[in-house]
């Protein structure tokens, strides 16, 4: 093994039919040491469970003051996703670790637990988050309502780097900061650290990820590579043998 890995990026749209066959060839393509996926412990383990619990039984494994975020959450994405027209049970994440598992190759897990980020954002949002979007909303002025526009526009297959949505992360750092801290900002910089010790570990890496992190998680790379951020411990990276037959896999 070399002293120096690689990360190969593939940005998709989670529930993206062009973008499976995106992760798909990529993988075969570079046939990487380990192919890492935006997925946690707890949702690989679900995985390999066949495990096809429902929202409502998902949230349950919860803490408490989490379960109702993640709930609302688990609504409003397969809401959207049907509203654009896709498969809300095919995701890119299964699509790689299959593709994975063909190959023979280990998966690394380099999301954080769904666990803390749900709890987390459960704190973030507490009854005075409405009347705050309410007032951002009404201070939106034309170059908003056009990013808007371009966001809807933009057809879904032809995003295929962290560019072709930074305006809409933009968007939703500007209408809700608290959000965006935690489902965006923070996994960036999780999901960037346990990229480098792989890296540095002398891994070849294909690294599957939704676009909305791209961006974020090349910049932190850089930092971490040049040294340009403080140092922080070691992060541990779970490293999983996937299974040959695999099920749907739920994502968040």
Request: proline letters at 7%.
């Amino acid at each position: 093994m070399s002293d120096h890995g690689t990360v190969t990026f593939v940005p998709s749209v989670h529930f993206s039919p062009t973008h499976r066959r995106r992760v798909r060839a990529t993988i075969r393509e570079r046939e990487p040491d380990l192919v890492a996926v935006e997925l946690d412990e707890s949702r690989f383990e679900r995985l390999e469970q066949r495990d096809r619990s429902g929202p409502a039984e998902l949230a349950r494994t919860l803490p408490p003051m989490a379960a109702p975020a993640y709930a609302a959450l688990r609504a409003i994405q397969r809401t959207v996703v049907r509203l654009y027209g896709l498969d809300p049970e095919q995701t890119d994440m299964e699509a790689a670790v299959e593709t994975a598992a063909e190959l023979d190759t280990d998966v690394a897990l380099i999301d954080d637990p769904i666990a803390d980020t749900v709890t987390e954002l459960s704190r973030q949002l507490g009854p005075e988050i409405l009347p705050k979007v309410m007032v951002r909303m009404g201070t939106m002025g034309h170059e908003e309502y056009a990013t808007q526009v371009d966001m809807l526009a933009l057809p879904l297959s032809d995003i295929r780097s962290g560019d072709d949505v930074q305006p809409a992360i933009d968007h939703l750092r500007w209408l809700l900061p608290e959000v965006a801290a935690v489902l965006i900002d923070r996994r960036d910089r999780a999901m960037a650290e346990r990229l480098h010790v792989l890296r540095q570990e002398g891994h070849d890496v294909v690294a599957v990820i939704g676009a909305g992190h791209h961006n974020g998680i090349e910049r932190h790379l850089e930092e971490l590579e040049t040294g340009a951020t403080d140092e922080r411990p070691a992060a541990t990276v779970p490293i999983r043998a996937p299974a040959r037959s695999v099920t749907r896999i739920p994502i968040q």
